[in-house]
Structures are given as structure tokens and as C-alpha cells.
């Protein structure tokens, strides 16, 4: 008996609800930012103990701006931490929106699979019969493993 880890029917309507929640999406984050590769790799980054570092730092030059050089701008700085905290909640709900999404993603990819490993068993044993035979050949390239070769200078002794 194959695995059913899930059933799910998604309708046209469900379909155009979740396309137009995208899409709104995707205009609301049109003005964020995409980091290249080596961007993401070479930006300072803050984790938890810098984030405390970085919010005691701008508590304390908000209170002294006298002691700031023209430079930096503590303005900015403020903005930025509070759209940083407005926006923390959201991704980590569209995270695990993400989340859910890819591990159904992966039960129905696995009760297919599930339900193609039985059927290819049951085909198997079928044999040739009912025009199956090019079907079942199909399906025996995906299990063809071939004859591996032997790395170099290794000998087997039997």
C-alpha cells in the first residue's frame, strides 16, 4: 500500500487567491534590495550579540548627535532600526508560509514517488503483458545502475 502523507486539491479559486497574494506581495517588495553573491558574502552582517551592540550604540549616540561627525547619519541609523523591526515579524511568517509550502511540496513529490516505486513493482511482475513492456522499460532506466567501474589499483581477492 503506497504512503499518502497528504491530500490536497487546490481550486482555481485557491489558486487565484495565492496568485494574487503574490503579486501583492511581490509589488510591496519591489523597492527591496537583491545582494549579489559576493554582497552577501562580504557586508558586515549583524547577529544576535551585534544587534544588541548596535541598538546600545544608537540609544547612546541619539543622545549625545553632538559627539557624531556630520558623516554619519544617526537620522538614517533610526529609520533603518525601525524598519528593521517592523519588518522582522513578516518574514519570519513568510518564512514559514515558505516552510510549509516546501515540506507539502515534498510529501506530495514523496507519495508519488511512493505510489511509482509499487506500481513499478507491480508492473514489473507483470512482465510483458498487457503492452506494458515499453512502459516498464522506461521506468527500468531510472533503476539501471549499470556495472560500476573499479578505482585503479584495487584488487579484489575472492
Not at 1 to 22: G, P
Not at 85 to 103: F, I, N, Q, T, Y
Not at 134 to 143: C, E, H, Y
Amino acid at each position: 500500500m503506497s504512503q499518502n502523507l497528504i491530500s490536497l486539491t487546490l481550486s482555481d479559486n485557491d489558486l487565484t487567491d495565492i496568485d494574487a497574494a503574490l503579486k501583492t506581495l511581490e509589488d510591496r517588495f519591489a523597492g527591496f534590495l537583491v545582494l549579489s553573491p559576493e554582497e552577501r558574502r562580504t557586508i558586515l552582517k549583524m547577529g544576535d550579540k551585534t544587534e544588541a551592540f548596535c541598538r546600545q550604540t544608537l540609544t547612546v549616540a541619539t543622545q549625545n548627535t553632538h559627539a557624531i561627525p556630520p558623516g554619519l547619519d544617526v537620522v538614517e541609523a533610526q529609520a533603518d532600526l525601525v524598519t528593521l523591526d517592523k519588518l522582522r515579524p513578516r518574514l519570519h511568517r513568510l518564512r514559514d508560509l515558505m516552510s510549509r509550502g516546501e515540506d507539502t511540496d515534498m510529501a506530495l513529490g514523496s507519495d508519488i514517488y511512493s505510489f511509482s516505486l509499487d506500481a513499478y513493482a507491480s508492473l514489473k511482475i507483470a512482465g510483458k503483458g498487457a503492452g506494458l513492456e515499453t512502459l516498464r522499460q522506461a521506468m527500468s532506466v531510472r533503476f539501471n545502475r549499470g556495472a560500476k567501474a573499479k578505482p585503479e589499483g584495487v584488487r579484489i581477492f575472492v
